[in-house]
């Protein structure tokens, strides 16, 4: 008779990579994604934004796709310049992108 196997491959994300706007303003909405390249399991994908003040606020992202999120960041006016982080993350391993965003505002 015939035995079969199978295998659980478990695999560490190789990539983090975010796209949007590099320049934003106040009192607004700016949309970013964070593409994760690789995992099994499929990695988890968090954000974080830190300010020219250091203040830092995890943000929860919508999954769009296998390894992709989309977040939405509103701006208030305070803003001059934010870090964008995302993180991809599984029991194997972790990558992350992070991105500087300068605010153009009226003096």
């Known amino acids: 008779s015939a035995a079969s196997i199978i295998l659980h491959v478990?695999?560490?994300?190789?990539n983090a990579v975010i796209s949007g706007p590099k320049v934003i303003h106040h009192e607004d909405e700016f949309t970013y994604e964070c593409a994760v390249e690789g995992?099994?399991?499929?990695?988890e994908?968090?954000?974080?934004?830190?300010?020219?003040?250091?203040?830092?606020?995890?943000?929860?992202?919508e999954l769009i796709g296998a390894g992709l999120s989309r977040m939405m960041l509103k701006?208030?006016?305070?803003?001059?310049m934010l870090t964008i982080?995302?993180?991809g993350e599984n029991t194997q391993g972790r990558v992350s992108?992070?991105?500087?965003?300068h605010t153009h505002y009226l003096p």
């Open 10 to 14: 478990h695999e560490t994300p190789r």
């Open 39 to 43: 995992g099994n399991p499929p990695p």
């Open 45 to 61: 994908i968090t954000w974080t934004v830190s300010d020219h003040l250091g203040q830092t606020k995890e943000l929860k992202g």
């Open 75 to 80: 701006t208030g006016s305070e803003e001059r």
């Open 85 to 87: 982080n995302c993180v």
């Open 97 to 101: 992108h992070t991105k500087h965003v």
